[in-house]
Each structure stands twice: as structure tokens, then as C-alpha cells.
């Protein structure tokens, strides 16, 4: 590439993304499109406005996802094509790319576009941004008009007062659409909309529009405006929430449909917040015991998880969950449908905090327990993993004569899935009951999962033996743990030989210097002579792993000469894992002999492969 | 997007079409019917297209037999699909003055493969590509959307023009050669200029593995946002944007198979009300269901049955009350259900009995043993409303189609065929005769021929236009324009 021919060497890259914008591969256009803002750069101002953006506009047949990264890239580009004094530019292909189908491109479309509003001088906005706004309100398509309805909230603060009665009534009229979807995008849009008009408006013109969506014959829409009734009641005063907000949302409680039911339940605590502990306590209680009695499972399972009624006053919360609450939670406990169940055992437990020691073992302790005997494993796997918030009020001794039946049962689960889950919490489980408990009762249920039959369990019981190492300390671990693991090396099946190594592997760290050379060492060196090729490239991984716990003296004495043997195994693959733990360690200067054999490395990974998939 | 066929441009179907125009005679017939003067159908224009034809070769395959036909809401656009997982989207042609008489016809616009054959390896089983419906989605911006399916899986395609193309590159001069990059000293945008329409389809999303049975149904719920696919035993409901869930909405699978005593055979949305749906039944009821009351319809709100006359009953009697296909009415108020010998129509109002019954083929009532030997009783017959709801057409066997008047009670017997309609003649209305004297243009039952029969029509949202199905041809008849 010469100088001095006239080419510039700077503009090549340039080109090749310019090109680029139209290759038939997916991903270099989408390259190309991420890197708008360097081919706009090389253009300069003056050609982006007049050339690229025109060619762009006329470009959204493609991918979504490069029309994705283009909507997306067009909300950054001001400065690119000129500052905010040429920003309306941009708002051509903004327009057409919020009218695609794709609902993520035109919401990103819809993104830039309020970014960039922020950046037009008022008078820009009135003349360039609004009529685009009106446009796609007006458009033919009910994309277009979707887009239209979450544009309105960020031109109205800055236009003047005639422009501003003009795009409230364009909001009326999108909210009276003939299409679902867009009432649907208006209903979404109310509360944010609510929260830029002036209170009076608020009143006169919300307030209608509200009333009017949350009648509105499709539950798909009444179900979005119970959210915009969250937002509109934060905005009024309070004594206007009762007259203008109250009928709708009550009336959205006792809906026909339970979506929309459900929607109540699901924004509870948003709902609260928004009316204030007054209304909360007069008019929402009563709504909520009817929710968590509702005929719909979903809607109790909603409702069930809002159980804790955070928002409700500090000084009545406690009088109002045990009169009105827990009444409805006691029937809960025995609900026919086990989501209802599970959403319940995952909240119950924090109402021990609200209610006190003395309410908790009288009221909440018989749920618990009724809990942790429910035929659903997920229920069971959710009291038990929120046993904390127990611990902190009554202390977990209470419940610990219940919860080891139910550990045991969900530890022999048929289900590994099961198994693994209740292996997760074992940790937490000994944090809080206590070593001696632990050593009692848990200990062997530990140990057992290292011979299941899942490799997945195997794993995670090794896993899990480390955290309570962790958490008990290293003489703990070799009194009770390590004896038992370095016991099954003797072992006749090959797996559980493996899982000895594999502990090792999960312990040595955690246990010290002194522990690994002194009683695990041995184990793994006499393993070396296994007769399953497995465990004896288990070795030499083992060995590589716990290599830098031991002193030099142990590598140097005791480790190298049984990787040097592993090294001229028969074995392919336990050769292959001696040598990468000689060269991992740095022990020795390789002796070259050693490489004249090539290792077929498919070979290797297909045998990793089979190897944890064995039962 | 997806790994489903690649877009499918008319460039192709262009040279199809043209030769499909230069060979086949514009069958214009027209049709009168002095009983059948209420219905408007007074004159009609036929058109008759060979589905074999579009394939290139002039013989019927297999693959060529039409499995579904569905106007757009419009009535711009019909769609028909094919047992070869193909679908074929004709357009109907703008009123133009040097070509007064092409007005309404409807020609190609796009032809996809939607549908290949696959295997499930799982469970060892071929799935065949065959389209077993097609419903057009609300049309959203200037593309057109469908949803196709064959017994497993749903598919939706975008339909969409383009008229500019981008030129100039950077790198290569007009003829494609590569340029010297020393002699680059500008760089130049690519500019857009027009050229000759080009119509796409695109495999927009893929719905799969939700169906452990055939699917035999789907519709497109009037909230715009979700639609719903029924197979022999469940009811599954999707939101069109998401691809990876669907929620089961109706299941009446029984523990134990043994137990099946019915299947679900068709199922459909409200037209407006977007929580209501209904299916109908192989013991021939429909359920009602309102989506409002529970996230699961197992249990109907309302249940149209017509009690059994015990005079009536024999060995066929659960099978020819099977029904083969449900449509709401347009105005909502109304179903129309097909079994196999008769249509009815319901109020929506009254559960316990039909509020009307026409009979389709009841000449056939003697013969049900035959055509139980030789599997034709099991023929899935579908039935359509006119715009106006007035009108039932529903098929029939012998490439016979029949429409009930409902207003004045009155019937027609029509044929879709080459041989028996001349281009721009009259159709005449036939009739099938049962006892032993057979008068001059009527045809014996024992002559019909039940290899021809028609399934699948349908029926222009607002003007009278119908498409008929008869095997590999599609026909088009329209009322007269003069």
C-alpha cells in the first residue's frame, strides 16, 4: 500500500465498513452497524446528515437485530451529525424503524427517540419532534401508533400550552383505539403520562382515561391499567384518591377475570405504597383476604407472596396480620394447589420477624411444621431454605425435631433434583443447627451422598463437605469428614475410589498443609498403582491439584517419582495427565523422549465425555 | 433469526406464474341459478388454478393436494397450503382500465416452502410437512403476517415488498470487480434507487415442541397478542412474540389412554371477545370456554349438545356426529359446526339444541357401511360463513360444494370442475338423485366418485368470492362483473 498513488490508507477501513453495511452476512452487517458512529465520524457532519442517514432510513428490511443495534446506535448520534441544532436529522430513520413489527426494535426505536427529544431546543420540538409524535399516532398501522403512545410523556413538559392540549388529545384518542394493542401501549403509558400533567389534568383528563381502560372489554387491557392506577394514585392528594382512584382499583380486585385479579395481587405492595396506610388498612385488608381466597390459583400464589404486607402502618401491622392475615395463611398451608403452597412456604417464614417470639411459636409454628410435612418437595426446599429469618426470632431448636425428618426425606428423594437442592442448603442448615446436631444427625446423610448414584450428586456432596470445612475448621474435618473419605479409596467400585480423589482435590486447601501431606498423601500416592486407568489419571490430576499446598520437600520426595511413573503408564490418557502435571508444577526439565508420542486429543475429550455421563 | 427456509423471493414465482398464465385457460364461467337469486350469486366468474401447475410439472402429486385455504381479513390476499408444505399467497389484482375483465382476479404474489418433512428421532416418528392450517394475523404495518402449521409446529411468516435496491460500493466498481484500495480516495454511501418489486417471505418465529398429538387447529385471538394451537387432546395458548412457552389451557388427556373415550377436533377464538374460545368434540359437543373465570378451561362454561334420537341410533352413529370443523359467525352470536352429514348453527345462547340443521349429503345416509369399509366417513369436511353471515358453504363428494341460504331456507348443489363448467359459463346446479329413475342431468348416488371430494373453502370477508379446494386445483369463483 503505497503512498503517493493518491489512494489514503485511512479511508480503507472506512470502506470495508461501508461496505459492510450491505454484506449478506448477518454478522458483519450488524459489525458494521455497531461501528455507525467511526463511518459517521470519516464522513464528516455534512455527508452523514445528507447521505447516511437517508440511505439508513430506507434500510430496515433487515435483521432484527442490526435494526436493533441501529435504533439503538441512532439514539447516541447527535454530536455526529452536527450537535443539537441538527439533531432533528436523526428523526427520519427513528421514525420508520418505530413502525417495524419487531416489538424489541421499535421499543428501542421509541428509547432513542425520548433520548434525543432531550436534546431538541423547544422550538425544534414543536417544529420537527411533535410532528412526528402526531404522525405515528395518526399512522395507518397500529405499530406506529403503539410507538406514538410512549412519546407523548417527553415532549409535553416543554411545549407550549396550545401544543400541549393537542397531544392530550391525541393520548385521548389512542386510548380509545380501535385496536387492542393500542390501548394496550396507552394503558401502559397512563401513569407516565399522568406524571408529567399538571394535577388539574390530572383530574379532568387521566382520571376518565383510567376509569375508561380499566372497563375496557379486553382483560388484557383493564389488566395494564391497574399499574397506571399505582402511579396515578401516588400523584393525587389524599383525599382525592378516594372519590377518583379507590372505585377502580376496588372494582379491579373483584374483576370478572383472574388476570386481571392477579395483576391487583401482584402489584400489592406497589398499591399500598401508592394509597397510603389510611386506605391500606380500611379498604385494601379486606381486598387482599379476598385475593388470597380468590378461586384462581395464580391469583393466590400472587397474592401468597405479598403475605408480609411490608407497607401496612408500623404500629397496626401486627393487630392486622394476626386478625385479618393470618386467618387466610392458616388455609393457605393446605391449599389443593401446590404453587400456591410453595409461593407460601417462601414468604411465611419472614412473618416470624413481624409477629414476635410468642405469636410465632403459638401461630406460625404449627404452618411450619405443616410445611415441612407437605407432600411437594419444592414447599418442604423453601421453608427450609428461609430458616434464617426462624432462627433470628425463636431460635431454630424449636423446629429442628421436625426439620430432620424432613431433611432426610428430601435427602433420599427419588429425584436428584431434589437431592441436589437439599445439598445446597446443608451448609446453612449447619451454620444454624450446630456441630454437635450437625455431627448427630447430618453427618452420615453427607457422607452417604458422596456414593449416590448421580454423578451431579456425587459433585456437589464433595462441593458441600469443603463449605463445612469451611465452616467448622480443619480439625473438625479430621475427626469426623476426613477419616470417612480417605476410607472409601479401599473401596471396591472405581467411582467411589474416584470420589476419595475427588475430595481431596475440594479438602486439601481448605484443610492445610499438614492434614494433606500427613493423611491424605498417602492415599492419593498408593491410588497410583489402581488398576482402573480412571483413578490413576484421577491421581495425577489430584496430585497436580494439590500440589501447591504441599512443601517442596513432599514434591520433590514423595510426588515426583510417582508422576514420573504415571508418565510411562501403558495408559494414553493417564500419561497425558502425568505429564501436564509434571510441566503444571514446574518439577522437573522435560525430557523430550516424552513428546515423540502425539496425543490424539478427540480421543481425550470423548473419554471425558463418557466418563460423566457413567452412572 | 431462524434456521428455517430461506426467504423465497417471486422472482421465481414470477416465470411460474406467467407461464401459468399462457396455459391455462382463464376458466370464466358464470353461474345461474333462478331458486338461488336471494343470494346475490346470481352470476359468477370462475377461475380455476392447478396447484400442479405452480410446481413446474402438469401432473397431480400427492404433494400438490391443497390441505388449507384462508382469505385475509381484507380479502386482498388468499393463502392456500399443501400436503407438500408449501404455501401459495395469490393477490388480487387492482381494477385496471385497459384490463377491465382481470379486475378481482387473484394471482400469485409469493410461494414458500413453509414446512419440510423431519424426523423425531426420540420417539421414531416421520413428521410430514402437510399445512393443516393457515390463519392470517391483523395486518400491523405494510408486511403481511401468517401462521402456518403442520402437525407439530407453527411457523410465522412475514410477507413483505421491496421496491429499492442500495448501489455503489466502496471497494467494487458497478460490474462487481474488486478495486485497487490504493486508488480509494472518497468514500461513497451506498444510495437506494428503485427496481422491480420483490416479494419475501421469512420465517419470523418457530413454535415448536409443545404438541404431543396432531395439531389440528389454530386461531388468532382478538387481543392481537396471542393465538392458540389445538391438538387431539390439549389446548396450548402462545403469545406471538415469545417462541419458548406456551401456556396448556385445556387438556382432557385421562390418566390412563385406555379411558379416551373422545378427542378435541377443532378449535377456535371468539371474534372479538378475547377470553372466549370454543372446541368441539369427536362425540360431537362443543365446550364453551371463558378464560376469564380460570388460567385453565378443563372446565367449559357452556357445553352444545343435541340429545342422540334413539330411533336414529346404529353402528355409525358416534362417527358420523364427529365434528370435523367449528367457526364462529362473524357477528360472534353464532357457530356453525360440521359433521358428516349435516351443518348446523347455534345460538351461542342456547346449548341444548341446534337452532338450525341442513342437510349436506343425507342420500349418503344408506351407504355409510361402504364408505365406512373404504375410510371416507373419517373425511374432515370444513364449513364457512358468508360476510354477512346469511350464507353456509361447506363441500362435499364428486367435487360437489353446497351453500345454504338461511334466510329463505334455500340450498344449491355447485360443482368445481374443468370438464362440466366452460370458461364464462353459466354453473349450473346439480343434483344427485336416489331412487331408480334418474331424470337427464342428475348423477346417481351410485356414480359419485369419493376420490373428488372438497374439504377445504373459504368465502371473501365482505364480497362474494369463494375459494374452493377440489384436490390439486383451487377455483375461484366471483360474482359477475359486467
New interface residues.
Given amino acids: ?2 503512498t503517493g ?4 490508507d485511512s ?2 477501513p ?3 465498513l ?2 459492510e ?2 454484506n449478506e452476512d448477518v454478522q458483519l452487517r450488524l459489525n458494521s452497524i455497531k461501528k455507525l458512529s467511526t463511518i459517521a465520524l ?2 464528516g457532519v455534512e ?1 452523514t446528515r445528507t ?2 442517514l ?2 439508513l432510513t ?2 430496515i ?1 433487515d ?2 437485530e442490526v435494526l436493533l443495534a441501529l435504533a439503538e446506535q441512532l439514539g447516541s448520534f447527535t454530536v455526529l451529525v452536527g450537535g443539537p441544532e441538527f439533531v432533528h436529522c436523526l428523526l427520519p430513520p427513528l421514525e420508520s424503524l418505530a ?3 419487531e ?1 424489541v426494535v421499535r421499543d428501542k426505536a421509541v428509547e432513542s427517540l425520548r433520548k434525543i427529544s432531550q436534546e431538541h431546543s423547544p422550538v425544534d420540538l414543536e417544529v420537527h419532534f411533535v410532528p412526528l409524535v402526531k404522525r405515528l399516532a395518526s399512522g395507518d ?4 401508533r403503539t410507538s406514538a403512545c410512549g412519546l407523548f410523556g417527553v415532549c409535553y413538559p416543554r411545549v407550549s400550552s396550545t401544543v400541549k392540549a393537542e397531544i392530550r388529545q391525541h393520548f385521548r384518542t389512542l386510548c380509545s383505539d380501535d ?3 393500542v390501548r ?1 401501549a396507552a394503558s401502559s403509558k397512563l401513569g407516565e403520562f399522568a406524571k408529567v400533567l399538571e394535577l388539574d389534568y390530572v383530574k379532568s383528563d387521566i382520571i376518565p382515561l383510567f376509569t375508561a381502560l380499566a372497563s375496557d ?4 387491557v383493564r389488566l395494564l391499567a391497574v399499574e397506571a392506577g399505582v402511579s396515578i394514585a401516588a400523584l393525587l392528594p389524599q383525599e382525592d384518591l378516594e372519590d377518583l382512584v379507590m372505585p377502580t382499583l376496588r372494582q379491579a380486585a373483584e ?5 386481571v385479579r392477579y395483576m391487583v395481587a401482584d402489584k400489592f405492595s406497589e398499591l399500598q405504597k401508592a394509597v397510603g396506610p389510611e386506605i391500606t388498612k380500611n379498604d385494601l385488608v379486606p381486598a387482599f383476604q379476598n385475593l388470597l381466597k380468590d ?4 391469583v393466590r400464589t400472587a397474592a401468597a407472596n405479598k403475605v408480609k404486607g411490608e407497607v401496612l402502618p408500623e404500629d397496626s401491622r401486627e393487630t392486622i396480620i394476626m386478625t385479618h392475615i393470618l386467618p387466610c395463611v392458616k388455609e393457605l398451608v393446605s391449599d389443593t394447589n401446590q404453587h400456591v403452597k410453595s409461593a407460601l412456604a417462601s414468604v411465611i417464614m419472614g412473618l416470624s420477624t413481624i409477629l414476635g417470639k410468642d405469636n410465632t411459636v403459638e401461630h406460625l409454628l404449627p404452618l411450619f411444621l405443616v410445611q415441612l410435612k407437605d407432600e411437594y418437595p419444592e414447599v418442604r426446599l423453601n421453608i427450609i431454605s428461609n430458616l434464617d429469618c426462624v432462627n433470628e426470632v425463636i431460635g431454630i431448636r424449636q423446629l429442628s425435631q421436625s426439620l430432620l425428618p424432613a431433611i432426610v426425606e428430601l435427602a433420599e428423594d427419588a429425584k436428584w433434583r431434589v437431592r441436589l437442592a437439599i445439598i445446597e442448603y446443608m451448609p446453612l442448615l449447619a451454620g444454624q443447627l450446630g456441630v454437635e446436631f450437625f455431627d448427630e444427625k447430618l453427618n452420615s446423610l453427607c457422607m452417604a451422598w458422596l456414593i449416590d448414584h448421580v454423578y451431579a450428586i456425587r459433585e456437589a456432596a464433595t462441593c458441600n463437605l469443603m463449605k463445612l470445612v469451611e465452616k467448622f475448621g480443619a480439625e473438625w474435618a479430621q475427626n469426623t469428614i476426613v477419616p470417612k473419605v480417605l476410607g472409601m479409596a479401599n473401596d471396591s467400585n472405581y467411582l467411589h475410589r474416584m470420589t476419595t480423589l475427588f475430595c481431596i482435590n475440594a479438602l486439601s486447601e481448605v484443610c492445610g498443609q499438614e492434614i494433606t501431606t500427613k493423611h491424605m498423601l498417602p492415599v492419593v500416592l498408593k491410588m497410583s498403582t489402581d488398576q482402573v486407568a480412571n483413578v490413576r489419571f484421577n491421581v495425577a490430576r489430584c496430585l497436580q491439584k494439590i500440589g501447591p499446598v504441599l512443601d517442596s520437600s513432599a514434591l520433590q520426595a514423595e510426588v515426583k517419582p510417582v508422576l514420573e511413573k504415571l508418565a510411562t503408564d501403558q495408559d494414553m490418557d493417564v500419561k497425558y495427565f502425568a505429564l501436564e502435571a509434571i510441566s503444571g508444577m514446574y518439577l522437573f526439565n522435560l525430557p523430550t523422549y516424552i513428546f515423540s508420542e502425539t496425543f490424539s486429543f478427540s480421543s481425550i475429550l470423548f473419554f471425558f465425555f463418557s466418563f460423566s455421563l457413567s452412572p | ?1 431462524s434456521a428455517a427456509a430461506p426467504p423465497v423471493t417471486s422472482q421465481t414465482c414470477q416465470t411460474l406464474h406467467d407461464s401459468l398464465f399462457q396455459s391455462m385457460d382463464l376458466d370464466r364461467g358464470t353461474w345461474i341459478d333462478s331458486a338461488f337469486l336471494s343470494l346475490r350469486f346470481s352470476e359468477l366468474d370462475t377461475r380455476k388454478i392447478n396447484n400442479s401447475f405452480l410446481r413446474d410439472h402438469s401432473y397431480a402429486t400427492e404433494a400438490d393436494i391443497i390441505s388449507t385455504v384462508e382469505f385475509n381479513s381484507t380479502g386482498e390476499l388468499l393463502a392456500t397450503g399443501d400436503k407438500g408444505g408449501r404455501v401459495v399467497v395469490f393477490q388480487r389484482e387492482q381494477e385496471s382500465k385497459n384490463q377491465p375483465h382481470r379486475r378481482g382476479e387473484y394471482n400469485v404474489y409469493s410461494t414458500f416452502q413453509s414446512h419440510e418433512p423431519e424426523f423425531d428421532y426420540l420417539k421414531s416418528l416421520e413428521i410430514e410437512e402437510k399445512i393443516n392450517k393457515i390463519r392470517w394475523l ?6 403481511y ?1 401468517l401462521l402456518s402449521t403442520n402437525d407439530k409446529t407453527v411457523k410465522l411468516w ?1 410477507i ?1 415488498e ?1 421496491d ?1 435496491r ?1 448501489e455503489g ?4 466498481d458497478e460490474e462487481g470487480r474488486i478495486r ?13 434507487r428503485p427496481m422491480d418489486l420483490m416479494v419475501e417471505a421469512t420465517p ?1 418465529r418457530i413454535f415448536s415442541n409443545a404438541h404431543t398429538y396432531h395439531i389440528n387447529s389454530i386461531s388468532v385471538n ?4 396471542t393465538y392458540m394451537s389445538t391438538d387431539d387432546l390439549r389446548i396450548n395458548l402462545w403469545n406471538l ?1 415469545i417462541t419458548n412457552r406456551s401456556f396448556n389451557i385445556v387438556d382432557i388427556k385421562p390418566a390412563n389412554m385406555e379411558e379416551l373415550t373422545e378427542v378435541i377436533t377443532a378449535a377456535e377464538f371468539h371474534p ?4 372466549t374460545f370454543v372446541y368441539s368434540s369427536s362425540k360431537g359437543s362443543i365446550r364453551l370456554c371463558d ?5 385453565l378451561c378443563d372446565n367449559h362454561s357452556k357445553l352444545f349438545e343435541e340429545p342422540e334420537d334413539p330411533s336414529n341410533r346404529s353402528f355409525f352413529s358416534e362417527i358420523i356426529s364427529s365434528i370435523s370443523d367449528v367457526k364462529f359467525s362473524h357477528s360472534g352470536r353464532y357457530l356453525m359446526t360440521r359433521d358428516y352429514l349435516t351443518v348446523k348453527v347455534w345460538d351461542i345462547n342456547m346449548e341444548s339444541r341446534p337452532l338450525e340443521t341442513y342437510q349436506v349429503h343425507d342420500y349418503l345416509r344408506s351407504k355409510l357401511c361402504s364408505l365406512y369399509e373404504n375410510d371416507f366417513i373419517f373425511d374432515k369436511f370444513e364449513c364457512v360463513w358468508n360476510g354477512t353471515d346469511s350464507v353456509l358453504m361447506t363441500g362435499s363428494y364428486n367435487n360437489f360444494f353446497r351453500m345454504f341460504d338461511r334466510n329463505t331456507k334455500r340450498d344449491v348443489t355447485l360443482e368445481a370442475s374443468r370438464e362440466n363448467s366452460k370458461p364464462r359459463a353459466i354453473l349450473k346446479p346439480r343434483k344427485v338423485c336416489v331412487g331408480g329413475k334418474r331424470r337427464k342431468d342428475e348423477i346417481s348416488v351410485d356414480s359419485l366418485d369419493f376420490s373428488k371430494k372438497i374439504l377445504h373453502t373459504a368465502w371473501h370477508p365482505n364480497e362474494n368470492i369463494i375459494a374452493v379446494a377440489a384436490t390439486n386445483n383451487l377455483y375461484i369463483f366471483q360474482d359477475k362483473v359486467n
Fill in positions: 500500500m503505497g498513488t493518491g489512494g489514503d479511508l480503507y472506512i470502506a470495508v461501508i461496505d453495511l450491505r470519516a464522513l455527508r447521505e447516511l437517508p440511505f430506507d434500510t428490511y435483521e432484527d413502525t417495524v413489527e416489538t398501522w397500529f405499530t406506529s385496536t387492542p394493542m394496550r372489554e379486553q382483560d388484557s374483576d370478572k377475570s383472574w388476570r378461586c384462581e390459583a395464580e | 433469526t391483523p395486518q400491523q404495518n405494510a408486511a403476517f412475514k413483505s421491496r429499492k442500495p460500493y466502496n471497494l467494487k485497487d484500495p490504493t486508488t480509494i480516495t472518497s468514500l461513497r454511501v451506498p444510495v437506494l419470523r382478538s387481543d392481537y397478542e412474540e372479538n371477545q378475547c377470553n378464560m376469564r373465570t380460570s388460567a
